[in-house]
């Protein structure tokens, strides 16, 4: 490969894949459960995020900060994996950019918040093959929006920054991205971005929008 990319790594809920509709059910589940209910501007907060960040925000909403954390984060995680089971809708776009990005002979990460045991349930729909690596919320000690998911991504690839690009729908994950000094490709999809925005951020639509080309054009 001759040009200046070498690398792309693509968030998972939300941008390749519409997941975060399904978290929408367990988290609204959960709230249920605690006789409450998850109020939008909650579930926007929680949007890119973990659930160590996300549930303890929901249970302190709900006035039960008293509730076991770790309790509530299986019970999440267990309905999600049953949602999760019946597949996802792909993002527009998305399943046609990720396999152009692999035919053109890229190297690929998928790079989640989300815990592996929930990402392995969704990876033989996405394809296994598509991705040369994949790092979960298990694999870093900081989370989005630290740049570490980005930067053990890089490493383990063995790419610098100047030689890839991420793809996020979230503020956080493109916080994350920008932090471990990568371009970034922003689809926003339920939260909104800063209009002082990094100036290596790129904003578009839909995945629709760009292709392999597009992507060569930002490093060029």
């Not at 968030?11 to 609204?28: F, I, K, R, Y």
């Not at 932090?179 to 904003?203: F, N």
Request: one cysteine or more; charged letters at 25%; aromatic letters at 6%.
């Amino acid at each position: 490969m001759t040009d200046f990319l070498h690398a792309v790594l693509f968030d998972m809920d939300g941008t390749l894949v519409d997941s975060e509709s399904l978290w929408d059910v367990a988290l609204e589940d959960m709230a249920r459960e605690l006789g409450g209910t998850l109020r939008d501007s909650v579930r926007i907060d929680m949007v890119g995020k973990s659930e160590e960040y996300s549930i303890p925000l929901l249970l302190n909403d709900l006035g039960r900060a008293e509730e076991d954390t770790n309790q509530w984060r299986e019970w999440v995680v267990a309905r999600m994996t049953e949602l999760l089971k019946d597949g996802v809708e792909w993002q527009p776009g998305a399943q046609e950019l990720l396999g152009s990005v692999v035919e053109a002979g890229y190297l690929t990460a998928l790079v989640t918040a989300t815990r592996r045991s929930l990402t392995e349930v969704l990876l033989d729909q996405l394809g296994r093959h598509n991705f040369t690596i994949t790092i979960t919320g298990d694999d870093v000690t900081e989370k989005k929006p630290a740049p570490e998911p980005y930067t053990k991504a890089l490493a383990q690839l063995g790419v610098t920054s100047d030689n890839a690009i991420v793809i996020e729908d979230s503020w956080s994950g493109m916080t994350s991205g920008i932090g471990a000094g990568c371009t970034v490709v922003g689809v926003p999809s339920l939260t909104s971005v800063p209009q002082a925005a990094p100036g290596q951020l790129h904003i578009v639509d839909s995945l629709e929008a760009i292709n392999v080309e597009f992507l060569r054009r930002l490093h060029s």
